[in-house]
């Protein structure tokens, strides 16, 4: 089971990213998934998920309008399409996936974990 984190990057204020996680080993329709992100010095936060088999989906207020998850489940693979990027947005971006009804407040209880990468927006 494993989860491939990638898209990261240097990034000016007001440009876009997409981050992308490939899952292997498992199918991430059948799982609650999201990302999560944690800043230096700053506890890991939620970020946007997928909560249910409806297709649920959740965002913090501080990236509401501005990002977007998506999943490909061709591809079996989790996306999060970042635009309008903030100094702010500057951390480190880990997909998660676990189980059903799980939301952005407990990261603790997803039971799989990328690796993690690093998006840095600075001019």
């Known amino acids: 089971v494993q989860l491939q984190a990638s898209g990261g990057g240097l990034v000016q204020p007001g440009g876009s990213l997409r981050l992308s996680c490939a899952a292997s080993g498992f199918t991430l329709d059948d799982y609650a998934i999201g990302w999560f992100r944690q800043a230096p010095g700053k506890e890991r936060e939620g970020v946007s998920c997928i909560s249910s088999s409806d297709g649920s989906t959740y965002y913090a207020d501080s990236v509401k309008g501005r990002f977007t998850i998506s999943t490909d489940n061709a591809k079996n693979t989790l996306y999060l399409q970042m635009n309008s990027l903030k100094p702010e947005d500057t951390a480190v971006y880990y997909c998660?996936?676990?189980?059903w009804g799980l939301g952005l407040e407990a990261p603790g209880e997803y039971d799989y974990w990328g690796q993690g990468t690093l998006v840095t927006v600075s001019s």
């Open positions: 998660a996936a676990g189980p």
